[in-house]
């Protein structure tokens, strides 16, 4: 069962432009949603992250969206550089239960073009 | 300083094998983790630890099995190596608790010949 969906699964979008990754939730229980960025050869790291309680979170180019009645967040990053070409994930973790673990998106593979 | 490490980077190995990788995080965390990440990219967690006791373990195969010898380290160890464990390999950290930011180490690519 797939708890966090993602999409697009990639996406290729020109410099300057603006790169949009939706993500999905099905379990209530989630009470935090980090986004992570990967580079090649790399582990995870984290990029931004956002609580329910909220509806917006920017730091720099890079802006969470939430949506707690539509079970939805997203990530928009502004001005996109070739340096943000990468792979970006969305996560969702709860404090007990099933959600208590932190829960990934399957990823979009992101490629910013000159 | 690296605050997660993960050895060996590459572990090449022939079906069958019994390998192990170590993982080590400087960062006082009490909570450790180990990932499984394919070749489509998707992130699965295997395993968590925390102060050494486990308390997250997903549909694995007894052919894993962590061992944690004090809390800056996780190790895991592969029996019977198949096919189908060539992957990369993320050993993680964590404070613990609500927001729980997890720092990742910089992955172990196995590949089962």
């Known amino acids: 069962q797939q708890q966090v969906k993602q999409s697009p699964q990639s996406l290729i979008v020109q410099k300057g432009g603006i790169s949009i990754i939706n993500c999905a939730y099905e379990n209530t229980a989630f009470d935090y949603f980090p986004w992570y960025q990967q580079f090649p050869g790399k582990g995870p790291a984290l990029l931004i992250a956002i609580r329910p309680d909220v509806s917006e979170k920017k730091e720099g180019r890079f802006t969470i969206s939430f949506n707690k009645s539509a079970k939805q967040f997203s990530l928009h990053i502004m001005d996109s550089q070739p340096g943000d070409s990468a792979t970006y994930f969305c996560a969702a973790k709860g404090i007990t239960g099933t959600a208590s673990k932190l829960t990934f998106g399957t990823g979009t593979r992101l490629q910013v073009t000159l | 300083d690296t605050a997660v490490s993960q050895t060996p980077k590459y572990l090449v190995t022939q079906m069958g094998n019994d390998k192990s990788i170590k993982c080590e995080q400087n960062l006082g965390h009490d909570t450790m983790y180990w990932y499984k990440q394919d070749s489509k990219k998707f992130l699965k967690i295997m395993f968590s630890?925390?102060?050494?006791?486990?308390?997250i373990n997903e549909t694995v195969p007894n052919r894993f099995s962590p061992k944690s010898p004090d809390k800056a380290h996780l190790n895991l160890h592969i029996n019977s190596l198949e096919l189908g464990d060539s992957a990369v390999y993320f050993c993680?950290?964590?404070?613990?608790?609500?927001?729980?930011?997890?720092?990742f180490g910089p992955g172990t690519r196995l590949t089962v010949l």
């Open positions: 993680a950290s964590s404070q613990g608790g609500g927001p729980d930011t997890q720092y």
């Open positions: 630890y925390n102060n050494k006791e486990l308390i």
